[in-house]
């Protein structure tokens, strides 16, 4: 069950189209011959069990992991996601992972700019400038946040909204997230949530990995359910229920894994979470 558009359909062209991609970590097939439009403007929820893939498969579109096989279209155009870099600057995708990958102890507006310094070269001279678009950004995405506070007295949920001021700042097209309210507290859930929504009004695509079905339920306009590895069912959020969900996820026998050779794995090596590696 995929929504994929002809190429020659332009109006409706995807941002960007996964075609039959796969990874594999030794015996163990993490994504399984995936293919994927993503669309511009859209929210997808990703949902799945333990190990079902979802996170490899941003790591695939971050670039943290290169594909066994496969290809990805930007726009129509073949591309090849080698780094976190092409992925960031050639495609706009933006990663906002679950540790955040952020500095507690420097300021809110110096972590917006954080690993971005080279390319604002300009900019980077006129600290006042920076703070200025700090607060604009910090402004749009309606907080109460301070570009001078430390980011360290965040909570977790305000720490969420720095990560996601970055994508505006620097005109990401596509934000993905993986679990962004598991580590929160319930008070913060629906502030991230909201964050997504504005994302979304601002033209963003986002892409969000969660187990709280409620919250892929509240945000995404398509949902994409993982099974071992591949893209079980690709379904709009129209009329879903939670046990509609859990239905798609564990509807017929499961295996929690698969290996290559098709077999269950006996024990699975456990999921290795994407490493503070920086383009
Ligand atoms: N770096 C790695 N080395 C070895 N195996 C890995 C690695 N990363 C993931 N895997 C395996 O690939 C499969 C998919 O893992 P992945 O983390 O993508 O699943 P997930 O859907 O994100 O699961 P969860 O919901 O638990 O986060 C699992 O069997 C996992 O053990
Ligand atoms: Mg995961």
Redesign the pocket.
Known sequence: MSTEAPPQQTAAEPLLSVRHVSKH??P?V??DDVSLDIHPHEVVGLI??????????L?LLTGFYRSDSGEFLYKGKPVTITSPRTSRHQLGIEMIYQNLRLAPDLTVWENLFLGEERRLAGFIADRRGMRTRAAEVLRQLNTKIRPSELLGNLSGGEQQAVAIGRALLFERDIILM??PTAAISVAKVEDVLRLVKELKEYGKTVII?S?RLEDILDVADRIVV?YQ?STRHVVRNEGLTISDLVHMMFGSETHP?KQANGAP?AQ?????EPSAEEA
Do not use: I, L, M, Q
């Not at 799945?48 to 996170?55: L, P, R, T």
């Not at 699975?268 to 290795?272: D, F, K, N």
């Open positions: 970590f030794g163990v993490a994504v799945g069990d333990n190990g079902a893939g979802k996170s490899t498969f790591s993986d679990e990995v187990h993982f590895g894994y794995a699975a090596p456990a999921p290795v």
